[in-house]
């Protein structure tokens, strides 16, 4: 199950990618915001940020105007490793070295056919473990202080 939201400037691509999730069959919970009326997008990182480092839900996907703040937002939770991505490339390596578990999109960077391309790079891409592993291990350093 993916985990979706988004702010209010990029609600229109969220709903784009709501739609492409819709026509591949893939479950998702759409935590809002519902329209372009104005949102806060740290709160709608946090929610997507916590709903994945909850275990309850597989990966997250956001999307604010640049992608850039709700990333930064997503990124505050620990065992979130939040994506910002704009190009099919870094989308696919980000999870096969980052073992990334959000991707975050900007509605003003991209367009939806890009934007679809993406997620479905980064939903079928697997981490690649090994040294990417130990790399992964030293996030929680930083938060334990040992970093
Ligand atoms: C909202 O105007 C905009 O600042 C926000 O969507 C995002 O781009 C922030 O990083």
Known sequence: ??????DHAGFPLKEEIRKYLDEKGIAY???????????????????VAHAVASGEYEKGILVCGTGIGISIAANKVKGIRAA??????????????NDANILCMGARVIGGGA????????LNTEFEGGRHAERIAMF???????L
């Open 1 to 6: 199950m993916i985990a979706i939201g988004s």
């Open 29 to 47: 919970k759409d935590f809002g915001t519902y329209s372009t009326d104005r949102a806060d997008y740290p709160k709608y990182g946090a929610i």
């Open 84 to 97: 910002c991505c704009s190009d099919y490339f870094s989308a696919k390596y980000t999870r096969l070295h």
């Open 115 to 122: 934007a679809c391309e993406l997620v479905d790079v980064f």
């Open 140 to 146: 929680d350093d930083i938060y334990d202080g040992k």
